[in-house]
């Protein structure tokens, strides 16, 4: 099993703290977010990690893991970085994670142990987080709802009834490169301006709605993502008070 972090975007949401560095080394409690990833990979027995690079990309150089470049970092959506490692994708079972987010080694170890060919971890207990996050918790919630066997069937939509929702998507992922194979056959599909523009919930939803199963699993322990530097600030918060531990 490898890993390949997703950290190419700048993150212009965090403001200043954002302007001469990436987003994923922003720091949360002593260290650096991408060193958080990093941590609960290798905690979890990911050796191999691979981090896609944009914006500042020199200052992922000494992160101690390989690299690979998306120089159309601006101009594309995270799918198309995922896409610059389809090398890694094409030969291995690989995780995937956003760069802007912190997890487990245990939920890392179980979406390792997970059947099915494309797999992703969800917080079923979001409402607190997002409450906490946000004045009106729907204004950033997306639809995610799962069947009795855990396969995702909606994913990605703007929804206006919290009760529909049955947990977020936390920007961990699990590909086999079977599940790999299928999506790349779906983004065959697509002009070069569709694929640009393709989040990844949202070609998730494609392959849904193309028969192609994606399993989900509960997250084990903390988690979050730090989309402002007011979720910083929450986060810190919490660790000081030993509401969350690292």
Not at 81 to 107: G, K, M, P, Q
């Amino acid at each position: 099993m490898r890993a390949v972090i997703l950290a190419a975007g700048r993150g212009s949401r965090m403001g200043g703290l954002t302007e001469n560095s990436p987003k994923c080394l922003v720091s949360l409690g002593g260290r650096p977010l991408l060193q958080w990833q990093i941590d609960a990979l290798r905690g979890a027995g990911i050796v191999r990690i691979a981090i896609v690079t944009g914006w500042r990309r020199e200052q992922l150089e000494s992160m101690g893991a390989e690299t690979v470049h998306n120089p159309r970092w601006a101009e594309t959506n995270m799918v198309m970085s995922l896409a610059c490692a389809e090398a890694w994708l094409r030969s291995n079972s690989c995780l995937v994670s956003y760069s802007d987010i912190f997890y487990s080694a245990a939920t890392v170890s179980a979406l390792i142990a997970a059947a099915g060919d494309i797999c992703i971890t969800y917080d079923p207990d979001w409402l607190a987080l997002w409450s906490r996050r946000f004045a009106d918790p729907l204004a950033d919630a997306e639809s995610f709802e799962i069947d009795a066997a855990g396969r995702v069937i909606e994913i990605g939509r703007r929804v206006t009834d919290a009760r529909a929702i049955r947990g977020q998507y936390m920007g961990l992922l699990k590909f086999t490169p079977a599940g790999w194979a299928q999506t790349a056959r779906l983004l065959e599909t697509q002009s070069n301006a569709e694929r640009d523009r393709l989040d990844m919930t949202g070609m998730l939803r494609q392959l849904i709605a193309a028969g192609v199963e994606v399993r989900a699993l509960p997250r084990i322990g903390p988690w979050g993502e730090v989309d402002s530097a007011s979720d910083l600030r929450l986060y810190e918060a919490d660790l000081a008070s030993g509401r969350m531990r690292p």
